[in-house]
């Protein structure tokens, strides 16, 4: 599908790593990323966030394709790299990639009005077929992760939302 050469050339970095690990007897974490969003995103990365964001500071049309119950989670990039420099800490070996992320759920469609209202625009939610292979949820499983580390989000969406928005208006607008 669509999502082929995407999902495959995670993959396929993550056996490089490994294979790379058992040659030179070499301690390697593979972490696996979901959905990161904050400050310093590009204007047009292709994001639902930023995306999101842009539209409604241009009372543009917010885009979700298909009915908009389909969920994501975000983590906001400063517990990201809390998350990551704790993961580089442990002294374990690890043999298995390792999701980081935030597993607080929100459906696009309420992302949608959540960033209209925040930014006070006259933006309006605008339905498209659903892309092919498009995932009804997308949140990681962070039972590895809480096994190895304590993680607790520091920022809430909301308040990642309002940094993230406040760094697109002062660079962009």
């Known amino acids: 599908g669509p999502r082929a050469c995407y999902d495959e050339g995670k993959r396929c970095a993550e056996t490089l790593a490994f294979d790379f690990k058992r040659k030179y007897k070499t301690k390697v974490k593979v972490l696996r990323i979901f959905n990161t969003y904050g400050p310093y995103m590009a204007l047009n990365d292709g994001r639902v966030v930023s995306n999101f964001i842009v539209n409604s500071i241009n009372n543009k049309n917010l885009n979700i ?3 908009g119950n389909n969920t994501r989670s975000f983590c906001y990039v400063d517990d990201l790299i809390d998350i990551i420099i704790k993961i580089s800490k442990i002294r374990k070996n690890l043999n298995t ?3 980081i992320g935030n597993d607080y759920e929100i459906s696009v469609k309420k ?3 959540i960033i209209i209202k925040l930014n006070n625009s006259s933006s309006k939610i605008i339905h498209s077929e659903s892309l092919i292979n498009e995932p009804k949820i997308r949140r990681p499983d ?3 992760l809480k ?3 304590k993680i607790k989000s520091k920022t809430k969406l909301i308040n990642g939302l309002m940094k993230t928005t406040e760094y697109f208006r002062k ?3």
Do not use: E, F, Q
């Open 65 to 67: 394709y298909g009915d």
């Open 171 to 173: 660079t962009y607008y």
């Open 97 to 99: 990639p390792v999701n």
């Open 111 to 113: 992302l949608a009005k």
């Open 147 to 149: 096994s190895l580390v």
């Open 142 to 144: 962070l039972k590895l």
